[in-house]
């Protein structure tokens, strides 16, 4: 069994700044892609940031310049750093893996959310 556990989330206000973590355990032998994805309200989740494959990065365009996504491989833990925080990153954020088990099972897992709420 695999799972993401998410904190880091909570009350901001713009222009402020929050670190997100998400620290995967379980029985895993490699993870493929990890990153971040947010839900606001009203609106399809959406991709925020990722590793993928490597070393190699994706940023949604509206977080470029904003958002750092960096690892810790030994600790299976991601971290989105969010600096210049607006009011329309507020949502709930989700940290996502696409892994292979020690079984050489394919999996893709989320996790619970963290709430950002960006508001003056």
């Known amino acids: 069994q695999v799972q993401l556990v998410e904190s880091g989330g909570g009350l901001v206000q713009p222009g402020g700044s929050l670190r997100l973590s998400c620290a995967a355990s379980?029985?895993?032998?490699?993870?493929?892609?990890m990153g971040w994805y947010r839900q606001a309200p009203g609106k399809e989740r959406e991709l925020v940031a990722r590793?993928?494959?490597?070393?190699?990065?994706n940023y949604a365009d509206s977080v470029k310049g904003r958002f750092t996504i960096s690892r810790d491989n030994a600790k299976n833990t991601v971290y989105l750093q969010m600096n210049t925080l607006k009011p329309e990153d507020t949502a709930v954020y989700y940290c996502?893996?696409?892994?292979?088990?020690?079984?050489?099972?394919?999996?893709?897992?989320w996790g619970q959310g963290t709430l950002v709420t960006v508001s003056s």
């Open positions: 996502n893996a696409a892994l292979t088990t020690t079984t050489f099972r394919y999996l893709e897992v």
């Open positions: 379980g029985s895993i032998l490699r993870i493929n892609t």
């Open positions: 590793f993928v494959g490597g070393s190699r990065t």
